[in-house]
């Protein structure tokens, strides 16, 4: 009776995960979504048919922002989805809310136009409307890079 009652309790934890799982949430922060805090050339450019990035980015002064309604509370995993010249690699950039941040060193993709994800790694958001942000925490060689991106997963 006793190994019939933890069974029965195996099961029924089992069935209370598999039932319990949720869909991943992703929050896409887009260039052409973000607010532009400046003090140098930092800019929008791009078009619709090819993509926006925030470009022209050169001093730790410059920040990029969105202001999110955040449905679920948690750890969410944060990637950037940028392009860095050869000739420009190196930075350092730093994503926030909060007291929540990571950070990472921009590595070259290629050319301008060649844009890669690269993971940061994991913040904890609040339920409720966050403020999220990324700025420089260096400037290596005159331009960190090209951000068309920010995404959040959980």
């Known amino acids: 009776m006793k190994k019939v009652a933890v069974a029965a309790v195996v099961v029924l934890a089992l069935v209370l995960f598999v039932s319990g799982s949720r869909e991943p949430v992703t929050i896409t922060l887009a260039a052409e979504d973000a607010e532009l805090i400046t003090d140098g050339a930092l800019v929008l450019e791009g078009d619709a048919d090819a993509g926006y990035n925030v470009g022209w ?5 410059d920040e990029v ?3 999110v309604e955040v449905e679920s509370a948690g750890g969410y995993t944060v990637s950037i989805y940028y392009s860095c010249d050869p000739q420009f690699p190196g930075s350092t950039v730093a994503v926030s809310a909060g007291n929540e941040m990571v950070e990472g060193t921009i590595r070259d993709t290629s050319a301008w136009d060649s844009y890669i994800t690269q993971e ?3 913040i ?6 966050q403020t999220i942000t990324i700025r420089a925490t260096s400037v290596a060689n005159r331009f960190v890079c090209n951000l068309r991106r920010i995404v959040l997963e959980k």
Do not use: C, H, Y
């Not at 904890?124 to 409307?129: C, K, S, V």
């Open 124 to 129: 904890q958001l609040e339920a409720g409307m």
């Open 120 to 122: 940061l790694g994991t």
């Open 57 to 61: 980015w050169e001093t730790i002064n």
């Open 65 to 67: 922002s969105w202001d």
